[in-house]
């Protein structure tokens, strides 16, 4: 019998046997192979500190509002996998058996899918890159909503995945200068690696009274904040020109001391933007873009290696031990850049 694991209470991991059913029409069976784990969205409802964890989020008005959530203990992960399809239905004509395809589906040993939810890994695209094709849409998104022009600087800010990601990205829109920020000097060296053209320790150094020493314009015209983290987002807000832009993608937790919105935000009237591609938020440019033309972007760059990700993987642990993985990244995050998970 495959198995799955749940999450019964916050940081508690529940292995369980479950029955595989028939197919139903359109729909395809994948072995999995590889599964990444979600830095933040995942490691929050682990934790038991999603806003989902004592509030619902009432669609219709899209407020936050108290009541029982649809997300809470137990409850299952999951954020992208790559698996082998083993089984298709009569009627599906897109895949067949022994292709490899990439889906948003649960960390389990087997997962049914409909056919038209999974992307087929191109040819010489490998399991590892395919890794990639969910954040690589998030961090498109952000690219996006800030609007980088030919000649813009940037900064980055937070160089996980997804901030090396948009250090790539900005430089393919045609950023002149991308000043990568992180307080881990290996995330730091990964981020020149990329293109980034200047990179700044935030642990030792005033970052936004460097960059403004190293603009032209004395500020950069937009800053990208990956990290979710408050501090990170201050720095962001004082390292911008005026009337330049903030484009948050994080997943902000807790209060928001370091956050100061009397001082340069207010009086260099910055524009901030949360990207936010998910939970039916459409793109700034729908329905010119949409989310399948987004998909296809980030497909086509990874698989011709405009965006790289070698390096990216820094932890692999066997579906057996995911409870360390989850540990990993709740108590060391500084080790790890991207966490898998192999079956």
Known sequence: MPKEFWVTAPRTIEFRGYEELPLQSGEVRLKSIMSGISHGTELNLYRGTTPFANQRFEM???????????????????????GEVTEVAP????L???????????HRETNVARAENLVPLP????????????????????????????????AVFGLGVIGLLVVQLAKLSGAAKVYAVDPIPKRCEKAKSFGADAVLNSRNLDVALEIKKQSERRGVDVSIECSGTYPALQEAIRSVRMAGKVVTLGYYQGGATPLNLGAEWHHNRITMLASMGVWECPHRCYPLWDYRRMKETALRLLTEKRVRTQGFITHQFPFAKVQEAYE???????????????Y
């Open 96 to 106: 067949k058996t022994g292709d490899l395809a990439h889906g948003y589906l649960r």
């Open 123 to 154: 040819g010489g695209m490998g399991v590892e890159d395919a890794m990639f094709i969910a954040l690589s849409v998030v961090a498109l998104n952000s690219v996006h909503d800030a609007g980088v022009k030919l000649g813009d600087e940037v």
């Open 91 to 94: 009627d599906v004509t897109t």
């Open 328 to 342: 990993l990244i709740d108590h060391n995050a500084e080790e790890a850049i991207k966490v898998v998970i192999t």
């Open 60 to 82: 219709d008005n899209r407020l936050f509002l108290p009541g029982e959530s649809r997300l809470s203990f137990p409850l299952q992960l999951g954020y992208e996998m790559v």
